[in-house]
């Protein structure tokens, strides 16, 4: 096989949804497998022959907008890697008082604190990942392009930057 740098789709959907990479695509069923756009939806073609790197083509032949795909593609891989993991963590900047502030000569009475980043697991507080859900926020409707899912949380269990730990 040789290569060709600007192969633009590495990537497509299987008839479940799921993404696939083209190098994960068994060679038997490159020709009559089911692929889909990840864009737009529309049928691709596993291209895995001896000339050209290995890609997936759309059946119809007409080219795709790479923007869209990539953007497309980011959103669907976070969704994925946020649904099928036990945890997901962010870091969260949020203060945190400074371990000198007792012998600071710069402060007085202890008001000194540092952004710290702390890990954040949103699956603690979110349950799913929604792709394109249509949200409205002070009467302003917008699309967002992952829009986490809050679960039933308790009062005790709600979001509070104070309560951020090491861990």
Known sequence: MTTK???QYSYAQDESGKIV??????????????????DEGDAMIA??????????????GRPGALETYLHKLGKSAFKEAFEESDTFYLRLQA?????QMKICPITDKGSCSV????????????????????ITIDNQEFVADACLI???????DQINPERLSDN
């Open 21 to 38: 990479h083209i190098n994960d695509v068994p060679l038997k069923y490159a020709e009559r497998g089911h692929y889909y756009s990840i």
């Open 95 to 99: 203060p945190h008082p400074c371990s």
């Open 47 to 60: 291209r895995k022959g001896k000339k050209v790197a290995w890609h997936f083509a759309h059946k119809d």
């Open 115 to 134: 952004n710290k980043p702390y890990p954040f697991d949103l699956k603690k507080y979110y349950s799913k990942c929604e792709l394109e859900k249509r």
């Open 150 to 156: 809050r679960k039933n949380l308790k009062d005790d």
């Open 5 to 7: 740098t600007n192969i």
